[in-house]
Structures are given as C-alpha cells and as structure tokens.
T-cell receptor, first 114, second 113 residues
Framework: GNSVTQMEGPVTLSEEAFLTINCTYT??????LFWYVQYPGEGLQLLLK?????DKGSNKGFEATYRKETTSFHLEKGSVQVSDSAVYFC?????????????FGPGTSLSVIP | GAGVSQTPSNKVTEKGKYVELRCDPI?????LYWYRQSLGQGPEFLIY????????DSGLPNDRFFAVRPEGSVSTLKIQRTERGDSAVYLC???????????FGSGTQLSVL
C-alpha cells in the first residue's frame, strides 16, 4: 500500500541555517504530494503541495520538488527562523483514480534556536 | 464557523466506557475525515465521508469504533468499551475539493484511565 517515510528528528538548527527534511514515498501510480506543518498549540495545516512529477511546491520560503525518479519530496528552506519551529509531516494522496485519502508520514520535529 | 470545530477538546474516561467525539466541519465542505494521532506519530487514517456516506472506513481498528454523519455536515466518532490503547488525539478534517488539501480541527485529546 501507499506509504511515506521521513527523516527522523528532532532536528535542531541555528537561525538562518539551511534546512532539509527528507521524504520518500511508496505509491502506485502518480500520487499528489504534500507537506503539512503543526506549530506548537495549533492544528495541522497545509504548507505546500505538488501534483505531478517535476512540480515545485513553495510557500513561506519553503520549497519541495516532486521527484518521480527517486520517489522523493524533500522539504528545503534557505534560511530558517525561530518561528519555523514546528513538526513537519510529509503526506501523499491519490492516485487520481481514487478519492483523496491522505496518508501521513511520522513527522519531523524542527527546533530553531536564536 | 471559520474553521473545523471539535468538541470536547479533552475527554477523560474510564476503561470500558462509551465516548462520543464531535466534529463540525467548515460549511460547504462535503468531504470529512477522522484521523488518530499518537504522541510522536503522524496522523493515522480512520474513516472518510463523502456527504452522508462512509466512503472508506478501512482505517477503523475494530468494531468498537463507529462514525456517523447523518446530514452530511456534523460527524460523530463513537468508541465503545474504551481501552487504554485508545488514548490519543482524535483529529477531524474537512475538504471542499478532491485535491488533498485538508483543513484540520484542533483535535480531541482522549485519555482512557
């Protein structure tokens, strides 16, 4: 069945450091890929998404590129801020022939220190 | 309301008791999902509604769990004969389009003593 694997955390970075959180997936067909974020004390929210190969999703300075050849969707940010401290979840849904059951990875906790 | 609302925010119960968890989705969202999240884990799919019908209940762990959405809006997740292993945060999400963009509530923290 479909599944998502993420790098284990927690990840601790200094402010303005470069961030990469690895995500790989297993799926039949061509799923849509997502990064969701959970800030402390808040509910899960969509950060970015990509729906087909080579698409790049971006939001709030974060980017992720849908790599079909490596079945990956790594999250990157060039310069993290303290406010980026949160838990990040890679997720997938689809393929398009089925409804959008979204499957989540285990999450990666990020702490950014001043 | 502006977002997905879940009540109660916290529920403490004793082993063997029955509980109901409520979800009020964003108005107009036809799709509704229930997930369960244990500490340090990602959300685990339980059940999906499209309108009033449960389109996929493959994630319900056993027959003690049941969910309804009688009028295609509010949904209730029901757990019978609760066990300590049921303790988790139960998340509800709704969606307007079949695009995987889910809007989550803040969850109900269920603690079974």
């Amino acid at each position: 069945g479909n599944s998502v694997t993420q790098m284990e955390g927690p990840v601790t970075l200094s402010e303005e450091a470069f961030l990469t959180i690895n995500c790989t997936y297993t799926a039949t067909g061509y799923p849509s890929l997502f990064w969701y974020v959970q800030y402390p004390g808040e509910g899960l929210q969509l950060l970015l998404k990509a729906t087909k190969a080579d698409d790049k999703g971006s939001n709030k300075g974060f980017e992720a590129t849908y790599r079909k050849e490596t079945t990956s969707f790594h999250l990157e940010k060039g310069s993290v801020q303290v406010s980026d401290s949160a838990v990040y979840f890679c997720a997938l849904s689809g393929p398009k022939t089925s409804y959008d059951k979204v499957i989540f990875g285990p999450g990666t906790s990020l702490s950014v220190i001043p | 309301g502006a977002g997905v609302s879940q009540t109660p925010s916290n529920k403490v119960t004793e082993k063997g008791k029955y509980v109901e968890l409520r979800c009020d989705p964003i108005s107009g969202h036809t799709a509704l999902y229930w997930y369960r999240q244990s500490l340090g884990q990602g959300p685990e799919f339980l059940i999906y509604f499209q309108g009033t019908g449960a389109a996929d209940d493959s994630g319900l762990p056993n027959d003690r769990f049941f969910a309804v959405r009688p009028e295609g809006s509010v949904s209730t997740l029901k757990i019978q004969r609760t066990e300590r292993g049921d303790s988790a945060v139960y998340l509800c999400a709704s969606s307007q389009n079949r695009d995987g963009k889910l809007f989550f509530g803040s969850g109900t923290q269920l603690s079974v003593l």
